[in-house]
């Protein structure tokens, strides 16, 4: 049992060590300039807001997802743009009345933690000084393409949403908002783009999303294009993935597109599969230093009689709000990050963890500490059989050690002779594996909520006792201190009374000082998780120990007899 811990031990610390590697720069930050979508002053409802300044150039249109060619608008002049503001529940709108496109959503639920203030700044999306718009809207036919962003439009307001008609071309695009204002129906009609040539409206998605984190290199690192097919699993393509020199094309149909950072998203949806999309283009754009922080995407989707409709996400990759429009939506940024099959329980951690928020009511802290417990508990009567069938193992131990160097040169007596062996004390061949097996149950569970606290918007920003952020690391660093403690004082229990061994003594002090070292600039959630889970284990651990001092020391390995005396 000795050496199968040790192995346990050892590739346990090989994945945790191998994790962070994936997650370096901790507290990396970025100088953001300031966006329009910083400057937007709180006002009415509904309102207007003329801009003091025209447009900035739009980034160059790619080439075409169609076969026909897209002209680019690189000569045509920029009208002079306004902006209406539209607010609606958790979210402000601030259209730019050229192009009828959302050029920042202001969340309310949610800080902008690059800045500390009283009260903070909101989080905004924007895409920054690259692009003064979320989106761009183009309609192409045959070998025409019309750029939404060259043409001025009338704004008409209603209680739910918005209306921009522009005359000449006719042009309708209304946006009717749910969801707490993160979602967006968005619905549009083009005049005389009926005919013999089919028609198709490309959607530029933004060419980044400004960080809203303290750790804006991180932040970066977690920028990426992502959509689900209709008959496949979510793709993921990072910035860093795309090369700046070759355009990739995906094509559809396809439920949905989307770009993202570490906590928010824009997405496109289509509400139904006829307005499904076609095809989605993406190329890398310019490299600073080793991150990729631009890149293009344009969505294509077929206009039918002149119409089409899609559903606009803007807003956190909130796990209930993604689940409630559907599509797979939820799986956007996947949780189980690089080790495959962690994403199932993943998505099982996230559903209990906030099943227990909402039950109890309670802070994300006391969640983390009743979710560590509630898996110590259901899982102690496999982890006592477990510790039972290890003291047997340990007490047979001289035995097997006799029988296998007896049969060393016949591993058919051999076999026979240790089976008969394991049924004389109640046990089977396969009580080594079930002894090690209730240590790694849990590993799955420790795994997935290592990509939990990476992705979660729910534990971002969320105090707990001394800690200012759950998602973040302990800036005192009491907490990856307290959890090494609380390892170390679970290996001392757990080598009392047991047989004396050189090497598992080492591992035993010397695991509780790697953990603490990785786990030192890890989520502070995570290490109170970690520490939660081994002082729920103390108690399982002194009994244990006790039953092994009732039994007395284990027996020294009796001297091996001769072949001759055993005949």
Not at 350 to 367: A, C, E, F, K, P
Not at 486 to 512: F, H
Request: with cysteine; charged share 15%; aromatic share 8%.
């Amino acid at each position: 049992m000795d050496r199968r811990t040790f192995l346990a031990l050892f590739l346990t610390a090989i994945v945790i060590v191998l994790t962070p590697m994936l997650f370096r720069g901790f507290g990396g930050r970025r100088a953001v300039p300031p966006t329009q979508g910083d400057t937007v002053a709180a006002g009415p409802r509904v309102g207007a807001t003329a801009s003091a300044a025209s447009a900035p150039p739009a980034l160059s249109p790619m080439p075409a997802p169609v076969a026909a060619p897209i002209a680019t608008t690189a000569g045509v002049a920029r009208v002079r743009a306004d902006t209406a503001t539209v607010e609606y529940q958790k979210t402000r709108y601030t259209f730019t009345t050229v192009g009828a496109a959302p050029a920042a959503v202001v969340l309310s639920a949610y800080p902008d933690l690059r800045t500390r203030g009283t009260p903070p700044p909101r989080a905004t999306l924007a895409a920054g000084p690259v692009s003064p718009a979320l989106l761009r809207y183009r309609i192409v036919r045959g070998g025409d393409t019309l750029s939404l962003d060259t043409i001025p439009f009338r704004v008409e307001r209603s209680p739910d949403g918005v209306t921009f008609t522009s005359g000449s071309p006719p042009i309708t695009l209304r946006y009717q908002f749910a969801n707490e204002g993160y979602l967006a129906h968005v619905t549009g009609q083009v005049g005389n783009a009926a005919g013999p040539a089919p028609a198709q409206l490309l959607i530029d998605l933004p060419p980044t999303i400004r960080s809203q984190e303290a750790d804006t290199l991180d932040d970066e690192r977690h920028l990426a294009y992502g959509y689900k097919l209709e008959h496949d699993d979510v793709k993921s393509v990072s910035f860093g993935k795309l090369d700046p020199t070759m355009v990739r094309t995906d094509s559809g149909p396809m439920t949905w597109i989307a770009a993202r950072n570490k906590y928010f998203l824009i997405a496109l949806v289509a509400p139904s599969p006829a307005a499904s999309f076609v095809a989605l283009r993406m190329q890398g754009g310019p490299r600073v230093e080793k991150t990729a922080p631009i890149a293009t995407a344009t969505a294509v989707q077929p206009i039918r009689d002149g119409r089409f409709a899609l559903d606009l996400y803007a807003g956190p990759q909130s796990w209930t709000q993604l689940r409630s429009i559907g599509n797979d939506l939820e799986n956007v940024n996947p949780y189980g990050g690089w080790i495959p099959g962690v994403q199932p329980f993943a998505t099982i951690c996230m559903r209990v963890l906030l099943w227990i928020r909402q039950t109890l009511n309670v802070s994300y802290g006391w969640v983390l500490i009743i979710f560590g417990i509630a898996v110590r508990l259901l899982l102690w009567p496999l982890n006592q059989s477990a510790m039972r069938s290890s003291l047997k193992m340990q007490r047979i131990q001289p035995e097997l050690a006799e029988t296998q160097k007896r049969y060393k040169e016949d591993p058919e007596k051999q076999r026979e002779a240790l089976v008969k062996l394991y049924q004389q004390h109640g046990m089977s061949p396969f009580s080594p594996i079930m002894g090690c097996l209730p240590m790694l149950l849990p590993m799955p569970v420790l795994f997935a909520l290592f990509f939990v606290f990476q992705n979660t918007i729910e534990f971002r920003g969320v105090h707990f006792l001394w800690l200012p952020d759950l998602s973040l690391r302990d800036p005192y660093y009491i907490m990856p201190i307290f959890m090494g403690i609380s390892m170390l004082a679970l290996s001392w229990i757990g080598m009392r009374a047991a047989p004396p061994n050189p090497q598992t003594k080492m591992m035993s002090y010397m695991m509780p000082a790697v953990m603490t070292m990785v786990l030192l600039n890890f989520a502070s959630g995570l290490n109170l998780y970690y520490a939660v889970q081994n002082i729920a284990a103390l108690p399982q651990q002194l009994l244990l120990t006790r039953e092994r001092m009732k039994a007395g020391p284990t027996p020294a390995p009796a001297p091996l007899r001769s072949r001759r005396a055993t005949t």
